[in-house]
């Protein structure tokens, strides 16, 4: 097993790219969070690019697209548009692209319907069932209302979406430039997120699912209080390290490329499982509401909305997954506030 090293030293600058591989550009687009950064690739395609991710809908992102529009791009034109999830630094964008570019959308089904969800009904975030789901988990009325209106705004950062969109589909080839790319597809920071593998040129278009710096959040939703996204990762990242050699380079969704891919996946298993010894610790002293797990899972108080929001939804996906292999059990208190215990 090969380990973890990092080709490049420092990422690209807004308006700069780095040649990540020979036909492959590496650009950079801030966000307005504590990960204040997405990774976007260019791939050569003809006499144009193949656009991997997108960049948030914010007015920095919008600027620095028209800027690459008249400068760098010019002459060169996108060829295709692929958004490997739902999230909003990742597809924010894409249907104000793909309206300037006349391109359709490429992303899985589960991904393009999550995301146009989103986009049609905004106003459900501050509905059912999200203000129940936070209240019968610990949070108290004051930090609901400021998650809600809060800490989910990023969700609402996404331009139109085209009403079409070209459906990729785990175990197809697509063709871009000359390349072979098998689409490879995993759960549990998303539903359906797409990669890519370039198995000539040894490269992984990992998106969120392997970083290696952190590791992606894996939260529970609303829509499914009882689902199990941290099994359904764990299994994907067994099933990714079983797949793809140990040899290729990953280029990920935030962070920084790196090889070593195996023993990323390693590590990225081995953190999910201090999280889970964690919290069977807490409620091996008395039962915990997920609220209350927070700060035992990232050893700290969360106090930004937005943060919280991701917080929130990882401890209840550490909690669900103990509850289904048995380790822990849903006990309801009094004040109809669900509580783990062992």
């Known amino acids: ?17 780095i040649e990540a591989a020979p036909g492959v550009l590496w650009l950079r687009w801030p966000l307005p969070f504590r990960l204040d950064h997405v990774n976007i690739y260019l791939i050569e395609d003809g006499a144009g690019y193949a656009l991997i991710d997108t960049g948030i809908d914010d ?3 919008r600027e620095l697209w028209a800027a690459m529009f008249d400068g760098p791009l010019r002459g060169r034109p996108l060829t295709r548009i692929i958004a490997t999830h739902c999230h909003p630094d990742h597809i924010g964008l894409a249907g104000w692209l793909c309206e300037r570019t006349g391109l359709s959308l490429h992303a899985t089904q589960t991904e393009y319907l999550d995301a146009l969800m989103i986009r049609l009904d905004p106003g459900a975030l501050n509905a059912e069932p999200y203000r129940s789901f936070y209240r019968s988990h610990g949070l108290g009325d004051g930090i609901t209302e400021v998650v809600l209106n809060r800490g989910l705004h990023y969700l609402r950062m996404v331009s139109k979406l085209p009403r079409t969109f070209r459906r990729v589909i785990a175990g197809e080839k697509l063709e871009i ?16 997120q797409a990669m890519l593998f370039d198995a000539d040129a040894r490269l992984f278009f990992c998106a969120d699912q392997v970083l290696a710096k952190i590791s992606p959040n894996i939260s529970v939703e609303a829509i499914d209080p009882e689902g199990d996204p941290l099994g359904i990762y764990l299994r994907s990242l067994e099933q990714l390290r079983a797949t793809l050699p140990d040899d290729v380079l990953a280029l990920p969704g935030h962070n920084l490329p790196f090889t070593g891919l195996a023993a990323r996946i390693g590590e990225l298993v ?17 039962p915990r509401s997920t609220y209350e797990l927070v700060p035992v899972v990232f050893g700290r108080a969360i106090d930004d909305p937005h943060q919280m929001s991701f917080a929130f939804g990882e401890a209840l996906a550490h909690a669900n997954y103990l509850v289904r292999r048995g380790e822990l059990r849903v006990v309801e208190t009094k004040d109809g506030v669900a509580h783990v215990a062992v």
């Open 270 to 286: 081995s953190h999910h499982a201090s999280r889970c010894q964690a919290i069977l610790r807490a409620c091996a002293q008395s």
């Open 1 to 17: 097993m090969s380990p973890i090293e990092f080709p490049f030293a420092t990422p690209p600058k807004p308006h700069e790219w």
């Open 177 to 192: 430039g000359g390349r072979k790319l098998e689409v490879l597809t995993g759960g549990g920071h998303s539903s359906e």
């Open 59 to 61: 007015a920095p992102s």
